[in-house]
Each structure stands twice: as C-alpha cells, then as structure tokens.
C-alpha cells in the first residue's frame, strides 16, 4: 500500500461517497464530498479505505479476503439499508453509532419493515436470519464508516439487539 496515494485536486470514494481532496496538512487531509460536508480526515486510514475499494471492485478478485463480508451471502440490501441510515447522521460519529443505527430502524416504520424483510430473507434460506442481518448490521456500520471497534457486549438501547460493539476513530483529531 501507498503510504499517501492522493493528489489534491482528484477524486476518490470512501464509504460515505465521492470526495475531492483539497489540502494536506501532516498526516491528515482536508476533503470536500458531493454534498457539500468538508472533513479533515487521516490520510492512512483513507489510503486504507481506498485501497480495499480498488480491491473490492477489481475484476481479478479471487477467493475470500478478510474485507469480504458476505460469506457467500448477498448483503448488499442490509448494506444500502445501514448508508441510507448512516447518511441520516453527521460525522463524527458517537461510540454507540450500532445502537443508534439499531434505535432508528425501531423507530421508523419503513426502517423497521426493511428489516424485518432482510430477517425473512435470509431465515427463507436456512440461516439465522435476525443474527445475519444483525451483525451484518454492526459490521457495515463500522466498514461504512471506517471506524474501529473500541469495546464489545454493551448494554443496547434497542430491543432489537441485547448488546453492541463501541466504536471510535483509529486516529484521534489534534488540536
């Protein structure tokens, strides 16, 4: 991996979207997405990100890596459902971001019947459905983010789960 694969002025994605770098400053870069949010960010972990996206879209990808998620299974649906809810929060996000994300499906009925579908699916198909869809959930909503887990088997808010992983940033901001 490059140590610094980015060019201020050119584009690149993460898992929040399309972004153009604007400026370096030590290790850090200060990015501009589609929507307008500017971010300053680590430029490791984004070369990280990047770089997983290359392999992730490469036509020659063989066998399973440690990025595939799937197992043979087609999550892509579970992972449109945690962008749609993760592009509904501002970042930074919170250590608790799986409870929320899990709190909102509660607490919104198209949400919840989303859910509550990809359950049946994937029951329909001889798995546990409700924990496939729930880690699925807590995976995606740290690889979408790009953040790490702190600490495991916290109390949930939500009914929907009993416990969640904490999350945090690899890299603490620098006043």
Do not use: C
Not at 64 to 80: M, Q, V, Y
Not at 133 to 143: A, E, F, H, L, M
Request: proline residues 4%; negative net charge; glycine residues 8%.
């Amino acid at each position: 991996m490059l140590d610094n694969p980015f060019e201020v002025g050119e584009q690149y994605r993460n898992r929040i979207g399309t972004y153009e770098v604007l400026a370096f400053e030590d290790d850090q870069m200060t990015i501009l997405y589609e929507n307008g949010r500017v971010q300053t960010v680590s430029v490791g972990l984004q070369a990280r990100i990047w770089e997983n996206i290359q392999i992730d879209e490469s036509p020659t990808k063989k066998g399973s890596t440690s990025i595939d998620h799937d197992d043979g299974l087609d999550t892509w649906p579970i992972k449109a459902l945690v962008q749609d809810i993760l592009n509904t929060f501002p970042a930074p996000h919170p250590p608790d971001l799986i409870d929320q994300v899990f709190v909102a499906i509660e607490n919104n009925h198209n949400l919840l019947g989303r859910y509550e579908q990809l359950v049946l699916h994937f029951s329909s198909q001889g798995k546990n459905g409700k924990l496939t869809v729930n880690s699925s959930i807590g995976w995606y909503t740290r690889d979408l983010t790009g953040m790490v887990t702190l600490s495991s088997g916290n109390s949930a808010n939500s009914s929907l789960i009993q416990t969640y992983s904490t999350l945090g940033y690899e890299e603490h901001d620098r006043k």
